[in-house]
């Protein structure tokens, strides 16, 4: 035991140890035993293998019995040395953040994921996947709240970290989340694809070739309009121009997130402009959000443009901060409404919609049980932790495109996102 503390047996000897079991089950372990954290230690000095999106893909073209196993080993292999430098990462927090019980209850809950992928036997046999990948389709969901918890545990902690020391580490670690989703939830879509009798024409696994934007941006506008419609009373309708027709390879899950972030913030500067210009009992119609889509080259342009009044200039450096929010705790405004949405920016969002690949329903999506939650608390439903609008840029710059808001004070904000066409991106490293 002194040698598996210090970490000296080889790796073949240290798995055989944690694999010693009778069922396909990995054995479970107290997250804080001496055999996880030499696992841990073990699996840091394994950097990440660079990832490239065509690498990702290429599991499934074509997709086979033998190139789905070889999905299930890079997985078993890839995600446990990413989730050993998240679980690093947060040890290293100052030791008054890292007792935080928002903080801790991420720590526990990343030991568990990384102890339970890296003991899991090798997947062998398509039947072992299936039970593989639907165990790996558990563990998704059992994170889905992990940046909200985070959040609030950063939000409770804020006096004993710098911002840039916050933004880092949260930049760092949501950009892992994604690559590590992306990676779990491409197997799990392919092991749902081999199992189906249709095989998608316009799909690799999480990647749909052939997104209609429109059809998404109706469907988060019907979500965010319910959403406005149970904190407010009314909504503005959405009118959507440009390029309709356009399609493009992306992720929609992602596409999603962004536009329901977006449309979130346009739909509250709107009927808040409109109660302070009208009076809350107005019956006058509220003025549309815009959307505008550009047609695809190497990436797609979206527009979503509000009359909600712009953004103030005390508050515009800091929209893309973590947490920034004029929104209290008890979910009351700390100044009025001058903050406007883009001061009190939601965490959940998403396919939130509970929408899949193209507009339809989709039970399963990686946001969708923030947004539930969201759903359930009053003024929370368009403003919360601040996360918003920084979550949404930072999945913008994932695969190379932007998000950058233009306002003018007492009129409206542009919100201008640029999404790289994945079919344009497949060497670009995730």
Not at 26 to 45: I, K
Not at 355 to 364: A, C, L, Q, R
Request: glycine share 8%; hydrophobic share 35%.
């Amino acid at each position: 035991m002194n040698s598996l503390r210090a970490c000296k047996l080889p790796k073949q000897i240290l798995f055989s140890n944690l694999r010693n079991y009778s069922t396909r089950k990995p054995r479970l372990l107290a997250s804080t035993s001496p055999e996880v954290s030499a696992l841990v230690t073990e699996f840091l000095s394994q950097s990440p293998r660079p990832l490239t999106l065509s690498k990702l893909l290429s599991y499934g073209q074509p997709l086979s019995s033998d190139s789905l196993l070889s999905s299930a080993s890079y997985v078993l292999s890839e995600i446990p040395r990413r989730l050993a430098r998240r679980i690093r990462a947060l040890e290293s927090l100052p030791f008054i953040v890292g007792t935080n019980p928002y903080v801790a209850r991420t720590l526990e809950a990343h030991r568990n994921s990384f102890e339970w992928l890296a003991t899991y036997p090798e997947v062998k046999t398509l039947h072992e996947n299936d039970e593989f990948a639907s165990q790996l389709e558990n563990l998704v969901q059992k994170h889905a709240n992990d940046i909200p918890t985070m959040a609030k545990g950063f939000q409770e902690c804020a006096r004993y970290m710098s911002p840039e020391s916050i933004s880092a580490f949260l930049d760092s670690t949501i950009r892992n989340r994604v690559a590590v989703r992306l990676i779990a939830e491409q197997h799990i879509a392919l092991s749902q694809t081999l199992n189906s009798a249709e095989h998608p024409k316009f799909r690799d696994g999480v990647v749909n070739k052939s997104c209609s934007p429109s059809e998404m941006i109706k469907a988060c506008s019907l979500f965010v309009a319910e959403m406005c419609e149970a904190t407010f009373g009314t909504h503005p309708i959405v009118k959507i121009d440009g390029i309709t027709d356009a399609t493009f390879a992306y992720v929609p899950v992602h596409f999603q997130y962004i536009m329901t972030e977006l449309l979130k913030n346009a739909f509250r500067a709107t009927v808040e402009r409109h109660w302070r210009i009208h009076g809350m009992s107005s019956t006058k119609e509220l003025t549309p959000v815009s959307v505008t889509i550009s047609p695809p080259s190497s990436h797609l342009s979206i527009r979503v443009r509000d009359e909600g009044g712009g953004i103030s200039p005390k508050d515009l450096p800091y929209v893309f901060s973590y947490a920034f929010t004029t929104v209290g705790r008890n979910g009351t405004m700390e100044d009025g409404m001058e903050g406007g949405p883009y001061a009190a920016q939601h965490v959940g969002g998403s396919a939130a919609l509970g929408v899949g690949i193209d507009g339809e329903p989709d039970n399963v999506n990686l946001f969708g049980e923030i947004t539930r939650k969201g759903v359930q608390t009053g003024v929370g439903t368009l403003a919360g932790l601040g996360y918003g609008l920084p979550m949404s840029r930072l999945y913008a710059k994932y695969f190379g495109g932007s998000l950058n808001l233009y306002t003018m004070d007492g009129i409206g904000t542009d919100a201008v996102v640029k999404l790289r066409c994945l079919n344009e991106a497949e060497e670009l490293e995730i």
